[in-house]
Antibody
Framework: QVYLQQSGPIVVRPSQSLSLTCNISGDSVSSYDAVWTWVRQSPSRGLEWLGRTYYRSRWHSDSALSLKSRPTVDPDTSKNQFRLQLKSVSPEDTAVYYC???????????WGQGTMVTVSA | DIVLTQSPLSLPVTPGEPASISCRASQSLLYSNGEEHLDWYVQKPGQSPQLLIYLGSYRASGVPDRFSGSGSGTDFTLKISRVEAEDVGVYYCMQALQAPFTFGPGTKVDIK
């Protein structure tokens, strides 16, 4: 059974950077069929896919570069985690952030419990 | 980015009756290998979203067989053959053909 563990709620000041980590148990971040993904949800913007990382002979990552906060997703193999970074956040980045595991193209099938991120001065 | 629209946005249902949700994409979700890259999720009150259907028509593990997905190209449908009280929640479609993956606005299903 795969579990994804996220941190508790956090508050970030506008223009600061944001870093979230997702702890993986029951699987490896280097697993060949897994795709490690971040999704966020807010009342105003709904569900938004932010980015993903996965290992297929080498590491691959892509993200929603159209977002102002330019998300990046990368793995930490030493801690069996993956991370989301947002640059220069604004109040519109206030949302619940989910880390999620996909198995190849078979959907986002394991979700973390979510972290509430509030961007406020 | 691929845009997804859903209809209806609100769906009051009677337990035991069927229900259907439509999802339309701004471009075809057909991949070169013949797979349709459209997934369905449900978010029950107070919970994280959970996967129902992947690749258009394949039920995820543990999903009851009263849920079915169909469609191709740009038009997809999620059907519940007989709604149960536990099916209340918000249903989302998501395209997984090209990054950035995108979600529909959601359809809220509740009991009449």
């Amino acid at each position: 059974q795969v579990y994804l563990q996220q941190s508790g709620p956090i508050v970030v000041r506008p223009s600061q950077s944001l870093s979230l980590t997702c702890n993986i148990s029951g699987d490896s971040v280097s697993s060949y069929d897994a795709v490690w993904t971040w999704v966020r949800q807010s009342p105003s913007r709904g569900l938004e896919w932010l980015g993903r990382t996965y290992y297929r002979s080498r590491w691959h990552s892509d993200s929603a570069l159209s977002l102002k906060s330019r998300p990046t997703v990368d793995p930490d193999t030493s801690k069996n985690q993956f991370r989301l970074q947002l640059k220069s956040v604004s109040p519109e980045d206030t949302a619940v952030y989910y880390c999620v595991k996909a198995w190849g193209s078979h959907g986002l099938d394991v979700w973390g419990q979510g972290t509430m991120v509030t961007v406020s001065a | 980015d691929i845009v997804l629209t859903q209809s209806p946005l609100s769906l009051p249902v009677t337990p035991g009756e069927p229900a259907s949700i439509s999802c339309r994409a701004s471009q075809s979700l057909l991949y070169s290998n013949g797979e349709e890259h459209l997934d369905w999720y449900v978010q029950k009150p107070g919970q994280s979203p959970q996967l129902l259907i992947y690749l258009g028509s394949y039920r995820a593990s543990g999903v009851p067989d009263r849920f079915s997905g169909s469609g191709s190209g740009t038009d997809f449908t999620l059907k519940i053959s007989r709604v149960e009280a536990e099916d209340v929640g918000v249903y989302y479609c998501m395209q997984a053909l090209q990054a950035p993956f995108t979600f529909g606005p959601g359809t809220k299903v509740d009991i009449k």
